[in-house]
């Protein structure tokens, strides 16, 4: 599985943004789809995930009530809704699945098999 992830930009707070995270072959449909961030001098962290068929999410405190993840199986696609950005998103976004037959999501690096590339989200004024 190969994901590339896309959106990022430089925007103003309390503005949105959409990120997208788009995978490669047949069997997205299977995987559990997280996004991950990493500030400048920091570790990467949770920001939110997916169930394979979206029953379930999970979303870190930092996020949650601002930022909305979903997906688009027919388009093996995962977006990241983010409203009400604050100076402290800036980070580079990155999306990550890993495989499994049930409904679960993933807050650990460790839960996840692929990784895509970064995408660069800046809030500043």
């Known amino acids: 599985v190969q994901l590339q992830a896309s959106g990022g930009g430089l925007v103003q707070p309390g503005d949105s943004l959409r990120l997208s995270c788009t995978a490669s072959g047949r069997t997205f449909f299977s995987n559990a789809m997280g996004w991950f961030r990493q500030a400048p001098g920091k570790e990467r962290e949770f920001v939110a995930a997916i169930s394979r068929s979206s029953a379930n999410s999970d979303y870190a405190d930092s996020v949650k009530g601002r930022f909305t993840i979903s997906r688009d199986n027919a388009r093996n696609t995962v977006y990241l809704q983010m409203n009400s950005l604050k100076s402290e998103d800036t980070a580079v976004y990155s999306c990550?699945?890993?495989?499994?037959?049930?409904?679960?999501?993933?807050?650990?690096?460790?839960?996840?098999?692929?990784w895509g590339q970064g995408t660069l989200v800046t809030v500043s004024s």
């Open positions: 990550a699945a890993f495989t499994s037959p049930y409904e679960i999501t993933g807050r650990y690096e460790s839960d996840y098999v692929y």
